[in-house]
């Protein structure tokens, strides 16, 4: 049974561990990550190499925790989203998701600029995944779901679907940075095949 002392103890390691990636995360966008060594972090954190390598056993450790932090920033997002439409309103649904796309594809920042690099190609490839998937499933688990409870759902292979259609926006966007809203809106209702005429679709219900 874990203690008062117990719980206190892994409050502190929680909180010691979130200030190293909250600093690595303040450096990467100050000055790129290349730039930015695990004795920078720790420079910034205040605590010794030794209490690093406690916690991550590499810069890499680190740098996959700060991309989970971007990635939690991105849900927080869509949850907005999905709490402000309106139930039918579909082209603004449309509108506002482009809006959230766009917004997570051109964040300029110097960590977002040097995952941009071919350098750390591999390493934004993940980040890209790790977004799609997260968003993939909290679309199916909220707006997806309220969608079929009123109306049929016309693609099989939901999470599959969207996790995809994720993809092929972001990638889209990265090298047609000036296509604009409409074509991105019908891009998303055709993948779905919403009718747009109907009350709402699956993340617009």
Not at 59 to 76: H, R
Not at 173 to 182: F, G, I, M, Y
């Amino acid at each position: 049974m874990e203690t008062a002392g117990d719980k206190a103890r892994n409050a502190a390691s929680a909180e010691r561990r979130a200030d190293i990636v909250a600093a690595a995360r303040e450096l990467y966008e100050e000055q790129g990550l290349s730039k930015t060594s695990v004795q920078d972090i720790t420079n910034r954190v205040g605590v010794t190499r030794s209490l690093f390598y406690h916690y991550f056993p590499d810069k890499e450790a680190v740098t996959s925790a700060v991309l989970d932090d971007y990635v939690a920033d991105f849900i927080e997002a869509t949850h907005y989203w999905n709490a402000q439409r309106h139930p039918g309103d579909i082209e603004s649904a449309l509108a506002s998701v482009v809006r959230l796309m766009r917004l997570g594809v051109f964040e300029h920042d110097a960590f977002r600029r040097s995952l941009a690099s071919r350098e750390n190609a591999a390493l934004y490839i993940d980040f890209v995944n790790r977004v799609a998937d997260r968003m993939a499933s909290y679309i199916v688990e909220t707006t997806v779901r309220d969608y079929g409870a009123l109306h049929e759902i016309r693609i099989e292979h939901v999470y599959e679907t969207f996790y995809v259609l994720i993809l092929g926006i972001v990638g889209y966007l990265r090298t047609h940075p000036d296509a604009s809203d409409e074509v991105l809106k019908d891009l998303i209702a055709q993948t779905l095949h919403m009718d747009r005429g109907d009350a709402s679709p699956p993340g617009g219900s």
